[in-house]
């Protein structure tokens, strides 16, 4: 790869390493430079350019991210279209993050040029929760890199999320005389509220003495009952294999895998199994709401996972917990974490159509109406869609009636197109981070597309306005931050939301996009004979 200055009459294809003004506004910095733009900057007086040219032997950012992302995951996780040479992975389901970290370790210390972030090892994610990211730092990865890389991750992915499997738990707690009734409640109030943060149910409680024979009965009754996992909160620690717990499981045909834990709160744990079923010895410290060893091991057992003594003799590194006042307790919830954001698809459907003459969004595309064939295009992309219709509004909802949109109707529809984007946003969710306005009749916009503007959304490092662009020129469906939802309600007339470029530059960030799709409607006759021609001939 060239870096450096380059004379603008040899950057063609070159990346823009910084912006770069010219006499009709700004180049921005990762824009590959077309030969309308060498054009625009020697009309301009520019005579250089700092860029990168990339060589036959260099993978680009974007292309070399999404090839890392797309073998990276396994089970519950999903990977975003890359942006800007990054590729996020997020999770599909609520559950554990089971990450080889040998592995991302030997792929980060291949090359400086690529990287991979993932969450802790055994990590609590949620639904959409960003679980790893591939960055590539320069423009571009040298392709033996890239493949020593591909080899290292080879047929078995880095990473995995495991779902909670909603467990039935049996819980016995032991009494001594001198325990106090109060202390039992709070040890079972503890236990439900650990078990049920894991998607898991408390189904049985046995209270019995302190003793080997009472504990046996109790562990065969609640294998009797189909209990998985059996806890078992004693009234007394656990010291040695020959105490009472460890001796309970051993008189009911169990074993004892491993006893004690590097793990400061929850030394004291005993992990152990009767066939297939955890049976663990809770430690007394797991009445408090503060992170313990027991919770490490209590969500593995919660999402499937097996349990061996190495793993439990492994949690040392990390594992002293008690001066960490930053770690939330279960009652005081999660940090708040990146996540892939909640988009709900606008479409607007309500407009005359005065130029066709009859309703545009009917017209028959390859047997299939236009309206139907752009919802269901970008559907895949989307997490909930509102279509705002207007005119011929039964017809419309009849052509949508097998899609899972809801629908909005704007009796205004003649007065312009942002009284139906005023009527649109005022149903949006609440759980919704982001809007993507998209015309009716703009069938060619695929999910692809979509999914490119969605990744490029980040209000954090503001990126909240994704506008997608094709040969230099803005196009449409385009992607708005939850924050601009008011003042695109405050629009008038027929203009749409463009006129809030200027004042939210700063905000915005456009998404190059393979063909001329974005910048496609149809508004004529002639334009749609056209698209059927080309684009639906015979289907």
Not at 13 to 42: C, M
Not at 398 to 405: F, I, M, R, T
Not at 451 to 480: D, M, Y
């Amino acid at each position: 790869m060239i870096f450096g200055h380059l004379p603008v009459h040899d950057a063609q294809g070159a990346i823009l390493a910084h912006s770069i003004k010219h006499a009709d506004g700004v180049f921005k910095k990762g824009r590959v430079l077309s030969p309308d733009d060498i054009r625009v900057l020697t009309k301009s007086g520019v005579t250089s350019v700092f860029a990168a040219k990339l060589s036959p032997d260099d993978i680009p950012e974007d292309e070399a991210a999404a090839a890392i992302a797309r073998v990276i995951g396994a089970v519950g996780t999903v990977a975003q279209a890359p942006f800007t040479g990054r590729a996020n992975l997020h999770a599909v389901t609520r559950g554990l993050a089971i990450i080889d970290a040998e592995r991302v370790r030997a792929l980060n210390r291949l090359h400086e040029s690529l990287t991979l972030a993932t969450v802790a090892p055994f990590a609590i994610v949620e639904r959409r929760e960003m679980v790893a990211t591939v960055k590539v730092i320069p423009f571009a990865v040298p392709r033996a890199v890239l493949d020593q890389a591909l080899e290292i991750i080879g047929d078995t992915p880095l990473l995995r999320v495991e779902s909670f499997k909603g467990k039935r738990c049996g819980l016995i707690i032991t009494q001594l005389p001198q325990t106090k009734p109060s202390i039992v409640v709070k040890s079972e109030e503890a236990i439900r509220e650990r078990v049920t943060s894991l998607d898991g149910t408390v189904a049985e409680v046995r209270v019995t003495p302190h003793s080997i024979s009472d504990v046996t009965a109790a562990i065969h009754d609640l294998k009797a009952k189909s209990c998985d996992p059996i806890l078992i909160f004693g009234a007394s620690a656990i010291v040695d294999r020959g105490d009472i717990i460890p001796s309970a499981v051993a008189a009911a045909g169990g074993r004892v895998i491993h006893l004690g834990m590097p793990v400061d709160p929850g030394n004291l744990m005993m992990f152990g199994a009767i066939g297939s079923v955890p049976v663990i010895g809770v430690p007394s410290c797991a009445r408090s709401p503060k992170l313990n060893g027991f919770d490490w091991v209590l969500a593995r057992v919660m999402a499937g996972v097996e349990v061996t003594g190495r793993d439990i003799m492994d949690m040392g590194a990390g594992g002293l917990l008690a001066e960490i006042p930053t770690r939330p307790s279960p009652r005081e919830g999660k940090a708040k974490v990146q996540r892939a954001p909640r988009v709900t698809a606008l479409v607007l459907a309500a407009g005359a159509s005065s130029r066709m003459g009859s309703n545009k969004l009917l017209a028959d595309l390859g047997g299939m109406p236009m309206i139907t064939r752009a919802v269901s295009a970008i559907r895949p992309a989307v997490d909930a869609m509102t279509v705002v219709t207007g005119r011929d509004a039964p017809q419309i909802e009849a052509a949508l009636g097998n899609q899972p949109v809801s629908f909005v109707h704007n009796p205004d529809y003649a007065e312009g197109l942002a009284t139906s984007l005023r009527r649109g946003i005022e149903s949006i969710s609440d759980d919704t981070d982001a809007v993507l306005v998209m015309l009716g009749d703009m069938p060619r916009v695929d999910a692809a597309m979509v999914g490119k503007l969605v990744a490029a959304f980040n209000p954090a490092e503001h990126r909240s306005i994704c506008i997608p662009v094709h040969n230099g020129q803005r196009g449409n469906p385009v992607l708005w931050g939850r924050q601009h939802l008011e003042a695109l309600k405050s629009l008038k007339g027929d203009t749409g939301a463009r006129q809030l470029f200027d004042q939210y530059a700063d905000e915005l960030v456009e998404v190059a996009m393979p063909d001329d799709a974005v910048l496609t409607d149809v508004d004529t006759p002639e334009s749609l004979a056209l698209m059927t021609s080309v684009h639906w001939r015979g289907n």
